[in-house]
């Protein structure tokens, strides 16, 4: 009776697998993609492309802007764009010419590209960063002046009184006047102000200095807020909560100089992730954005449901095997393909283990008992994904500030076709 429980028992147990198994995901690529993929068999260069969907990309600026509070300004993110056409682009569909900056090299490629934006920094810059950004735009004024005023166009972003300093002895150094817009902490405690009492000695140290410094604005970010369990604090209740810290920095710089309420100062707040939580009672009057634009997977939330995906990699099929062969002595591979229809294919793509996930077919996985690969990436399906060697994988990203300079020139998808290349933003040039 027990050899016959026992056996009983592994059947039950084999079949309760049997019937567990996944069911078949596989199917072609659906239209949109499937017309990309006809394109690039046809005229594509044979090498993994970020694609950026042009008409995507306008629609989502249109949405952006009809969100926007009456009276705030947008100020385009330039990480999470991080090519000079792509950034014009979005300049031309919103009237934004403002621009947030987080590395020195983008800041010197923008000055030359687009002299007449806005610029504010979005973290502090190491002061031998800020010299060279200086030196940089010194040198290629040399050859070419630009039109580029920093003494006017840029708000350097300071978060404590030892950073004022150095920048105050830069200005003296290189003989500039510098706009400080200062960091607070309104939730996020990742650096700036935490106390508005803190802004005494900054803003007396600025005021002393007036042919060096000039305070421009506060700028703080809210990226935690909806991160929390909703139990523990909503997306509204933290929204609220930024607000009001918000407005107690402005409220001490006022008691401090009532003069600074007549001065066009920047009041920088939001980002892609809260930007919809903001109405025209808000206390700031600039909204950041820019990854909501080309909506990244990471940036599938609630609040952006009106934004549609922009981005996505193509990479060509190199192999296509049929079944499952993993490396070593046991059959893992013929195993799991019959359990699970969805590994009976094997592919393997130029390229791979970008920050992304497979989009198009549906179906498609990678395999992580094969692991990831930079060079040829494998991925699993049912034989119902079609594809073929030198069909297309796509991929979206999950974030767009670092996988858009992966691939070299940004392939602009427009009316069935690659209708334009879009360099990426370039990194730097030595030390």
């Known amino acids: 009776m027990k050899r016959r429980g026992f056996l009983i028992a592994m059947a039950t147990l084999a079949a309760s697998g049997w019937l567990l198994r996944p069911s078949n995901q596989g199917q072609p690529h659906g239209d949109y993609f499937q017309t990309i993929n006809d394109y690039l068999r046809r005229a594509g260069p044979g090498r993994p492309l970020m694609l950026i969907d042009r008409q995507r990309l306008a629609a989502n600026c249109k949405t952006l802007m009809s969100m926007m509070p009456r009276h705030c300004q947008l100020r385009i993110v330039a990480k999470s764009l991080p090519s000079v056409p792509l950034i014009q682009e ?3 569909h919103t009237g934004s010419r403002r621009i947030m900056v987080f590395h020195q ?25 800020a010299r060279r950004f200086y030196s940089e735009l010194s040198h290629n004024e040399q050859s070419h002046p630009s039109p580029f005023k920093p003494d006017q166009q840029l708000q350097w972003l300071i978060d404590s009184s030892s950073r004022l300093e150095q920048y105050l002895s830069l200005a003296r150094e290189q003989q500039r006047h510098l706009n400080i817009n200062i960091e607070i902490d309104v939730g996020l405690h990742r650096g700036g102000l935490t106390d508005p ?19 421009s604005g506060f700028m703080g970010y809210d990226a935690h807020v909806g991160r929390l369990p909703s139990f523990v604090q909503s997306a509204e209740e933290g929204h609220r909560e930024t607000e ?23 009041f920088n707040g939001a980002g892609s992730p809260t930007l919809a939580l903001y109405d025209d009672s808000t206390v700031v009057n600039e909204l950041s954005a820019g990854s909501c634009l080309v ?11 009106r934004f549609q995906p922009a981005a996505f990699i193509a990479a060509p099929v190199i192999k296509q095997l049929n079944g499952l062969a993993l490396p070593g002595p046991l059959p893992l591979g013929e195993l799991w393909q019959s359990w699970d229809t969805n590994r009976r294919q094997s592919y393997f793509i130029y390229g791979g283990y970008w920050k992304a996930e497979p989009i198009s077919p549906p179906g498609i996985q990678a395999n992580p008992l094969y ?4 060079n040829q990436m494998m991925y699993n399906a049912s ?3 079609a594809l073929q060697v030198d069909d297309q994988l796509f991929l979206r990203p999950t974030q767009s500030e670092f996988v858009l300079l992966q691939f070299g020139d940004l392939a602009v998808w427009e009316n069935g076709a690659v209708s334009d290349w879009w360099p990426p933003l ?5 030390a």
């Open 295 to 305: 909506k990244a997977s990471d940036f599938d939330l609630p609040l952006l449901q």
């Open 426 to 430: 370039p990194q730097a040039n030595g």
């Open 197 to 215: 009492q803190q802004l005494d000695a900054m803003i007396a140290l600025i005021e002393a200095h007036p042919e060096q410094l000039r305070f």
């Open 90 to 92: 979005v300049m031309t």
């Open 383 to 385: 034989e119902d994904t």
């Open 244 to 266: 009001a810290l918000y407005q107690q920095y402005i409220h001490r710089l006022y008691q401090l100089n009532p003069a600074y309420r007549k001065q066009d100062l920047c």
């Open 371 to 374: 692991g990831a690969s930079s």
């Open 105 to 129: 090299p983008f800041m010197n490629a923008l000055a030359d590209a687009d002299p007449g934006c806005d610029m504010l920094l979005g973290k502090p810059m190491p002061i031998r960063a």
